[in-house]
């Protein structure tokens, strides 16, 4: 029994050291100075998993990123204030060119470059810090990512993803008010939970071929107006059947919709739940432009 856990603990050893030899792990602690109002936060990711969250600390921010020793991509975070004063954070997994030497890496004008190099898989981890409030621009490749937006102060967020699937979630309400959400995807798979508390004004989003996904929960800050356009994949909507909603559907020819039949039709391609009626004010304004798939709504 004693030499099975030896060789046990042996092979756990060598297993845990191949896996650091196959893997390198950058991980910075990047502070957040007090005197900053406001903040520009630029990630660009051509390929792998991107996660987001907060890191709940009051003046720092953290990165972390892993990625295969042999790939060609090198992490970089850089902080600078641009030309109007605005403090800019840019996250990038860059490209070294070809041939180039050890310090040498290409910007993020290659990043459509790095969008095919997908031969390898590496994760992009960055943790904010909750309150300086961010204007976030996102572009993404390849890949997925999970965004939790929770307890952030975002005031703008702008998301471009190609391929790489997205999955936003809220389980508390954003800091501050946030003007406007935008999401456009070439093909990928959106989710957004809880949009409610992002506080935005408006959320649009874009999805070119992929499917969409909206779940809207019991939340305390409804009354913004979600925008879907949904070209060649579904959309899903499913809300909480105490959250007032009111959804307008603009459809093509090729195009469904499945409304529950508690819905009541207000106006031409309007409708409305129970909650609607008795909080007409407070109530979020769903509406969907579908071309091809299927709108499907969800009410529990």
Request: proline share 5%; glycine share 6%.
């Amino acid at each position: 029994m004693i030499r099975k856990h030896i060789l046990f603990i042996g092979y756990t050893f060598f297993l845990s050291l191949h896996l650091v030899a196959q893997n390198v792990v950058y991980i910075d602690t990047v502070p957040t100075k007090s005197t900053y109002q406001y903040l520009q936060l630029k990630v660009h990711i051509p390929t792998g998993e991107v996660f987001m969250q907060s890191s709940g600390l009051c003046g720092q921010s953290v990165s972390h990123f892993s990625c295969p020793t042999q790939d060609r991509s090198k992490p970089r975070v850089r902080t600078y204030v641009n030309s109007h004063g605005v403090p800019q954070r840019e996250i990038s997994m860059t490209e070294r060119a070809p041939g180039s030497g050890p310090n040498t890496a290409q910007t993020s004008d290659h990043f459509k470059d790095g969008l095919w190099n997908n031969q390898y898989t590496y994760k992009a981890c960055y943790n904010p810090d909750p309150n300086i409030p961010t204007e976030l621009v996102m572009d993404l490749g390849r890949g997925r990512s999970r965004l939790d937006f929770s307890d952030l102060s975002l005031t703008n967020v702008i998301i471009n993803t190609a391929f790489s699937d997205v999955t936003l979630t809220y389980s508390s309400a954003n800091k501050a008010k946030m003007e406007q959400m935008k999401i456009h995807a070439a093909k990928a798979k959106i989710i957004l939970k809880n949009p409610e508390y992002a506080r935005a004004d408006l959320i649009s989003i874009q999805n070119d071929m992929g499917d969409t996904k909206v779940i809207l929960g019991n939340g305390h800050h409804p009354g913004s107006t979600i925008f879907v356009q949904a070209g060649m994949g579904g959309c899903m909507l499913i809300l909480h059947k105490n959250h007032p909603v009111k959804i307008v559907v603009r459809k093509g020819l090729l195009a469904g919709e499945e409304i529950p039949p508690n819905f009541v039709k207000i106006a031409k391609n309007e409708y409305a739940n129970a909650a609607y009626q008795r909080y007409p004010k407070r109530a979020t304004t769903f509406i969907c432009n579908i071309d091809f798939g299927n709108l499907l709504v969800i009410e529990n």
